[in-house]
């Protein structure tokens, strides 16, 4: 069993809580608070939340990580 990561990102909308939601829902765990961040230039609130997942598969850099 192999670990991989992924980091979500989004404007605070509710596309960030349903990408969020779409990952959980494919057995991606949470892994760590959220975190968010103010992008001044564009006048929005970024959120991101980091979320792991164990694959019966080895780790490659050419793994497609949102389709396992």
Avoid at 15 to 32: I, P, T
Wanted: glycine share 8%; with cysteine.
């Amino acid at each position: 069993m192999t670990t991989i990561y992924r980091f979500l990102t989004e404007d605070d909308t509710s596309a960030f809580c349903h990408k969020v939601s779409e990952a959980l829902s494919k057995g991606w765990a949470l892994h760590g608070d959220p975190q968010y961040t103010f992008d001044q230039a564009n006048g929005v609130l970024r959120c991101g939340q980091a979320v792991t997942k164990e694959v019966d598969a080895d780790y490659t850099p050419n793994m497609k990580l949102g389709q396992q």
